[in-house]
């Protein structure tokens, strides 16, 4: 009997990748030649290692794809999209959008879509780079005059006493009319077309069979809930685990090369492969 591929695959310790990726963690569905290992790291830290190619698929921002689109492929499945919601940036006062020129405001890390997202909205601010799920105290202790909220702290901002400035995925449908994809599903290609296929079926099983099984697929994603009540974690993956995930379809297909097309035009997104294509890079999907 021949031994299966290893097949690393990176994602962030929240509660919507736990979500699709429990029936691939759990072996409930069969996974033929592969035998998938689970990097389980923040996503900036996947957007570094993306760069140099290191896992053979992973979680990356859509804004990191831009730079890693050399040695990867999106998937069609595993997105995560904010239709008419994205990161949130948050303060400790009230404070109307136009306050935040120049201001500080703490982010997680300069490759995620969040950031893009903000830079577009607002060119000229000061940034900090914080960990993802210390952003809220952060502007709690007002080290930093605002925050740029991403996974559940979208939700529990409201917890700590702080106040939501600007929704940026609000602002992106008003400005576009399109979802705001900010997480991706990305794939080596130097694994050959039919490996990279063979994958994404079996990642598109998996979010398929979390949607039909959403009780047990929940109560897993609950280990990745970092405190916050089954509820909010329940209305969190709702967000995140989609249709869309299941596929970007054209709309969400279309968020993607607007994000980057206007990433590139704004300056945000420098020192890409294909300056010609989309106006930042042409856009792979496996």
């Known amino acids: ?49 993306a760069i140099n190619g290191e896992l053979e698929v ?17 998937l069609p499945c595993g997105a995560s999209i904010g239709d008419r919601y994205g990161p949130i940036i948050v303060s400790a006062t009230l404070m109307v959008p136009e306050e935040l020129e ?21 060119p000229n601010f000061a940034y900090k780079i914080v960990p993802f799920n210390q952003i809220l105290d952060s502007v709690v202790q007002k080290q930093v005059d605002a925050g740029l909220i991403i996974h559940e702290g979208q939700l529990t901002y ?38 990279m296929r063979q994958i994404s079926e079996l990642l598109k099983a998996s979010i ?35 249709n869309y995930t299941l596929d970007y379809g054209e709309k969400g297909r279309a968020g993607v090369r607007r994000l980057l097309e206007w990433g590139y035009q704004a300056g945000v997104i420098k020192n890409v492969e294909h300056p010609d294509k989309f106006g930042a890079v042409e856009v792979e999907f496996v």
């Not at 979680?59 to 999106?74: E, F, G, P, T, W």
């Not at 201001?103 to 997680?108: E, G, Q, V």
């Not at 009319?177 to 794939?187: D, E, Q, R, V």
């Open 208 to 242: 398929q069979y979390a949607l039909e099984h959403r009780a047990e697929a929940l109560d897993y994603a609950m280990t990745y809930a970092r405190g916050i009540k089954q509820n909010l974690a329940d209305k969190f993956v709702g967000m995140y685990v989609n």
């Open 1 to 49: 009997m021949a031994s299966k591929e290893n097949i690393r695959i990176g994602h962030s310790p929240d509660s919507d990748d736990a979500f699709m990726f429990y029936a691939l963690a759990k072996n409930i569905i069969p996974t033929g030649d592969f035998n998938f290992i689970h990097v389980i790291e923040d996503i900036e830290s996947l957007n570094k290692r």
């Open 58 to 74: 992973t979680a990356i921002s859509v804004h990191a794809y831009a730079y890693v689109a050399d040695k990867y492929a999106l």
């Open 102 to 122: 120049g201001k500080t405001i703490a982010i997680p890390g300069t490759m995620t879509t969040a950031y893009l997202t903000c830079r577009l909205f607002l």
């Open 158 to 195: 409201s917890h700590v006493g702080l106040h939501k400035v600007v929704d940026l995925g609000e602002w992106w449908y008003d400005q576009t009319s399109l979802p705001l994809p900010l997480g991706a599903n990305a794939i080596r290609k130097d694994l050959g077309m039919d490996k």
